[in-house]
């Protein structure tokens, strides 16, 4: 068993196998090219406990989709895996709301769901990517016309992130809310800005993501979402694994509240 972010050398004709919940991927090496094939899995299950399972120096099987190839024209042996955040914002359907009184500012953590890309060779594009959890799409928005198509997923609400436990594919969120409204905020689910998020390993075991502050702001209906520039827990190693897929050029930005908090 390999485990996530890593390099790997592929001979001529030699296969990795990556499950998922759902699904088996084969990524093969051929001459100039790669090929990526996919196989459901006849019983879908994720334990979430478990590092990526990838598997090499196994056989191609039979009469296998395959999803797509890269050709490039060259001899290139390296297969890297890389953890990175979602390509949708991440949609958190609360148990129990929450309220947040008037002029206060509460912290929480969540654990957030991974994907992983695929990179041939020293590309600095992603060959292919990938959730090892499924998640549903979720519609997030006031209404068909205003919204954006999300996923869906659930975590714990912790107030301490030391309660919890190390997650393989997920990352760990430091989340503030910020109610500077002379009004109670009332929160039954929030819309996460995954694509802003980098993915930092912390002391070689865990992943973590960078904190992000979401401000009610007073006598309006906008939001502001600043993000801090580096993880909030202590630590004695600290790696970038993936930067943000989207970087906004201010820290802040302005949002209506309909667009973040249900």
């Not at 990526?36 to 006849?42: E, F, H, I, M, T």
């Not at 296998?64 to 290139?76: N, P």
């Not at 202590?234 to 302005?254: C, F, G, H, K, P």
Request: hydrophobic share 40%; charged share 25%.
């Amino acid at each position: 068993m390999l485990y996530a972010n890593e390099t790997l050398q592929l001979e001529l004709g030699a296969t990795v196998a990556i499950e998922t919940q759902t699904d088996t991927l084969y990524v093969q090496r051929q001459s100039q090219q790669w090929r990526l094939y996919k196989q459901a899995r006849p019983h879908a299950q994720c334990n979430l406990d478990q590092a990526l399972v990838v598997s090499q120096r196994i056989p191609l099987p039979d009469n296998l989709e395959m999803v797509k190839s890269w050709m490039s024209g060259e001899q290139e042996s390296t297969l890297r895996i890389v953890p990175c955040m979602a390509d949708r914002n991440l949609v958190l359907n609360l148990d129990k709301p929450i309220v947040v009184p008037a002029g206060r500012r509460p912290k929480f953590y969540l654990a957030l769901p991974l994907m992983y890309q695929l990179y041939i060779g020293n590309s600095k594009q992603p060959f292919y990517e990938f959730l090892v959890e499924r998640l549903p799409f979720s519609w997030f928005g006031s209404n068909t016309r205003r919204g954006e198509l999300c996923y869906q997923f659930e975590a714990e609400v912790l107030q301490d992130y030391e309660q919890a436990a190390p997650i393989p594919h997920r990352a760990m969120l430091e989340l503030r809310l910020c109610n500077r409204d002379t009004d109670h905020l009332s929160i039954d689910k929030i819309n996460l800005p995954a694509q802003f998020l980098p993915v930092y390993k912390v002391d070689g075991s865990r992943y973590w993501t960078t904190a992000l502050t979401i401000t009610n702001e007073k006598l309006t209906d906008e939001l502001s979402l600043h993000y801090a520039k580096s993880v909030p827990c202590r630590y004695d190693s600290l790696q970038l694994v993936s930067e943000s897929r989207l970087r906004s050029e201010a820290r802040t930005i302005l949002r209506a509240l309909e667009a973040i908090i249900g």
